[in-house]
């Protein structure tokens, strides 16, 4: 499967934005699909992640009750939805898909080596 996300932006502390993450080819329900992070200096970061059937989803402590992921299995898209944004949340955001297991909360989804596909990446730079 092939990822591309797209989005990305400048905005202002505060304030929302949606990315989405549009894949191709077949088989987009076999992968549970995650959002990764990573700001200039610093590692990748796990963002949230949604089941295949996407009736259930995880975040990470940074971004609980701010961000939501969701998927549309038809459209082969994960979208995520962010509120309240703040300047550390300034990264490049970058989606990827997974065969491995989904269990809410599951820590091997938050390990970006147990994703086998990525999309390039958009960039969110939250400023004012």
């Known amino acids: 499967v092939q990822l591309q996300a797209c989005g990305g932006g400048l905005v202002q502390p505060g304030d929302s934005l949606r990315l989405s993450c549009v894949a191709s080819g077949n088989m987009f329900t076999e992968y549970a699909m995650a959002w990764f992070r990573q700001a200039p200096g610093r590692e990748r970061e796990f963002v949230g992640a949604i089941s295949r059937g996407g009736d259930s989803s995880f975040y990470a402590d940074s971004v609980k009750g701010r961000f939501t992921a969701s998927r549309d299995n038809t459209k082969k898209t994960v979208d995520l939805q962010m509120s309240g944004l703040k300047p550390e949340d300034t990264a490049v955001y970058s989606c990827?898909?997974?065969?491995?297991?989904?269990?809410?909360?599951?820590?091997?989804?938050?390990?970006?080596?147990?994703?086998?596909?990525w999309g390039q990446g958009t960039l969110v730079t939250v400023s004012s």
């Open positions: 990827a898909a997974t065969t491995k297991a989904y269990y809410r909360g599951s820590s091997w989804l938050k390990r970006p080596q147990e994703y086998l596909y």
